[in-house]
């Protein structure tokens, strides 16, 4: 059944305010889309960020004022590189990994009929684990984890309206947020002319769709510097 509220229902609600979940970068509740180009380090970027959750260290300078339940969808990590980053990063950033799990190369796209359900069915199991459902769940890479390309503006809606109940569903009762969400993103190949030059396409120039620019609450831009 389809919930609604009334204004002064909605106005009545508890929800928490958006705790950050890192100081003056994540926040309890966000939706993030990173975008980079290929190697520039998004994976390595999003997993030692879980890890520093994991353990409760400042994240590239920035505070972690305390320890966050973290799921890493790896759909270009096989489990052995996975574990060789881990065991790296860990060196210099201890950590029980207990606040920290990894979901590699998952089998079902998540803008099909069965994405939603696999996505609960593991936010399931970490809660299981846990006794919380994942407070920030990283998708990495979005092009391999769902149907269609990521300039098709209804596979991308279909797949980012996923993503959206996912976070729905990880609420723990109505006055909270759910997980915050970070979804790495390959910068769109640019488009030239045929006299060579770029063609300017607006907002979609580095995400490749409307729909990608238009759904986050913070977007982060990563390059190679020099």
């Known amino acids: 059944m389809p919930t609604i509220y009334s204004g002064q229902e909605l106005a009545a609600l508890k929800i928490e305010q958006l705790e950050p979940i890192v100081e003056g970068l994540l926040r ?3 939706k993030v889309l990173l975008v980079a180009k290929q190697k520039v380090g998004k994976s390595i970027w999003a997993q030692q960020l879980l890890v520093c959750l994991d353990g409760c260290h400042d994240f590239v300078g920035f505070r972690v004022p305390k320890k966050r339940v973290g799921l890493y969808i790896a759909a270009e990590g096989e489990v052995d590189e996975l574990h060789l980053n881990d065991r790296h990063m860990r060196a210099a950033l201890p950590g029980a990994g207990t606040h920290i799990y990894y979901w590699s ?7 099909s009929p069965r ?9 399931d199991k970490v809660r299981s684990r846990s006794g919380v459902f994942p407070e920030v ?4 890479p979005s092009r391999f984890l769902m149907r269609g390309g990521q300039s098709d503006d ?8 996923t993503l959206n109940h996912y976070q729905a ?3 723990p009762n109505e006055d909270s947020v759910g997980s915050t969400l970070l979804v790495m993103h ?22 490749g769709s409307m729909v990608w620019a238009a759904w986050p609450r913070t977007m982060l831009h990563m390059w190679l510097d020099g």
């Open 186 to 207: 390959h910068e769109h190949r640019p488009k030239f002319d045929r006299d060579g030059a770029q063609i300017n396409e607006g907002p979609e120039t580095y995400t």
């Open 115 to 123: 994405g939603l359900a696999a996505l609960k069915e593991v936010a």
């Open 28 to 30: 309890a509740g966000d």
């Open 169 to 171: 569903y990880t609420k």
């Open 137 to 140: 769940t990283v998708f990495d």
């Open 154 to 161: 209804d596979a991308v809606e279909s797949f980012l309206d």
């Open 105 to 111: 190369l998952p089998e079902v796209k998540f803008n």
